[in-house]
């Protein structure tokens, strides 16, 4: 088992690595029009993000999101903002956003009165009920936030586009969680947030989109960010003399660079958007963190890292705004280039073993036998299968041994993505 567990060690140790990202560079950026978009987990940190920084964001463009705090219990509310949303009560929501503020843990809720927001939900989408999409906008409202939204297009769970992406209605998770709706989220989006006169699309982002060091601002395994973001900067904004605007971009689940390389970046439209508009745009990553439940690489929004996820002090809303910090913090006497230290070393973590059951490693689950003869896995094979009958737990095969795991409360383990998911979208369990 000890011989298992360094393998495993190395493996993730190895993962992640960087290689060629460069440390994130400043702009000039006018500060009075950083937005944030996002889609479903990324739509629900866009709120968070958007609530907590207010005084510095604008507006937020959230597609097939999530309300802010609607799953602060943990997965239990996690499962019921997204299937039972109409059991959402705004008002208790709109209460912790207040008492946040009043704790001076977020900005002062002053700041989203008269901010734009738009709001995207399709009729079709099974993942998140569509009523989520009514709640967050209402909650946007009862802070004085100017509301625009499209509830009437028949589409499934996705971020909605007019060139890339499964049919509208269909199932999205061939193309990633992306959609072709004919309909271009991106641009509707990003027009209704900036005054409503951008020009159209650009027919091909020329621009620059680079990847960047994230370890610097506390991108690593522990934060469950991947140590690489991306960031896109336009023809127009590579000279510091020209002015831009910013926005970050927060990708849904299954969407991070871990398992989408930059797809997310480059088949959502806001590229050609940001090229027609000098618009530079972060996108930021998430990655997966099997240990704290969140195999998907999602932002937290229900809490797995720690108390903390909704305001300013949660790792990921910290390293985020650090990195927007950076990006539109233009420095003269340096050229706009920071002078940047050699970032941290980090370390991937396991856990100490036995301090949860939902985190690591158990030797025989309750009522159910062992996981087989470690001969089963090969000597260079690290790969997560399904444990027979029931799937709460899965195995890990790791250079020659088994490693039997179970999934966080509330998820069970997909086959089919090799991860813990909801219930409700894993094949055959009940």
């Not at 932002?299 to 910090?325: C, E, I, P, R, T």
Request: aromatic residues 10%; contains cysteine.
């Amino acid at each position: 088992m000890k011989l298992a567990w360094l393998c495993i060690l190395a493996f993730l140790n190895f993962s992640n690595e960087v290689s060629g990202a460069d440390p994130l560079q400043s702009y000039n950026v006018d500060k009075s029009t950083i937005t944030v978009s996002g889609l479903s987990a990324g739509g629900a940190m866009a709120m968070q993000y958007h609530v907590a920084f207010s005084s510095e964001i604008q507006g937020a463009a959230i597609y097939a999101g999530l309300p802010f705090a609607c799953a602060k219990g943990g997965l239990t509310y996690a499962n019921l903002c997204m299937y039972s949303p109409g059991t959402v009560i705004v008002a208790n929501l709109a209460k912790e956003i207040n008492d946040l503020a009043s704790a001076n843990k977020i900005d002062s809720v002053s700041n989203l009165n008269g901010n734009k927001v738009f709001v995207f939900h399709g009729t079709k989408d099974t993942t998140v009920n569509p009523t989520a999409g009514h709640k967050l906008e209402q909650l946007y409202q009862d802070f004085g936030a100017v509301t625009e939204n499209e509830y009437t297009i028949g589409a499934v769970h996705g971020f909605p586009t007019d060139f890339y992406g499964a049919a509208c209605g269909s199932s999205s998770g061939s193309t990633h969680y992306i959609n072709n709706c004919n309909y271009h989220g991106a641009n509707i989006g990003l027009n209704y947030l900036l005054g409503g006169s951008l020009a159209p699309p650009a027919s091909s982002a020329t621009g620059q989109l680079s990847e960047y060091d994230q370890r610097e601002f506390g991108g690593n395994a522990v934060s469950s960010m991947d140590p690489i973001g991306f960031i896109y900067v336009p023809t127009g904004c590579q000279d510091r003399s020209r002015q831009c605007q910013l926005h970050i971009a927060f990708h849904g689940c299954q969407q991070s660079k871990t398992n989408l390389d930059d797809i997310y970046a480059t088949k959502t439209g806001f590229l050609e958007v940001a090229e027609a508009n000098n618009i530079i745009v972060l996108f930021p990553q998430a990655a997966p963190n099997i240990l704290a439940g969140n195999p998907n690489a999602c932002w937290d929004w229900w809490g797995y890292l720690n108390a903390n996820f909704l305001n300013k002090d949660g790792a990921q809303m910290k390293a985020v705004h650090s990195m927007m910090l950076r990006v539109s913090t233009c420095e003269a006497s340096t050229g706009c280039n920071p002078v940047v230290t050699e970032p941290p070393t980090t370390q991937s973590t396991i856990g100490t073993i036995g301090t949860s059951p939902s985190q690591n490693p158990i030797t025989t689950p309750p009522g159910v036998t062992s996981t087989g003869a470690p001969g089963e896995c090969q000597d260079n094979d690290v790969s997560f299968r399904p444990f027979p009958g029931d799937c709460r737990y899965y195995t890990l095969c790791a250079c020659g041994a088994n490693v039997l795991l179970e999934c966080a409360a509330g998820l069970y383990f997909d086959p089919t993505i090799g991860k813990c998911n909801f219930m409700q979208l894993v094949p055959g369990c009940q």
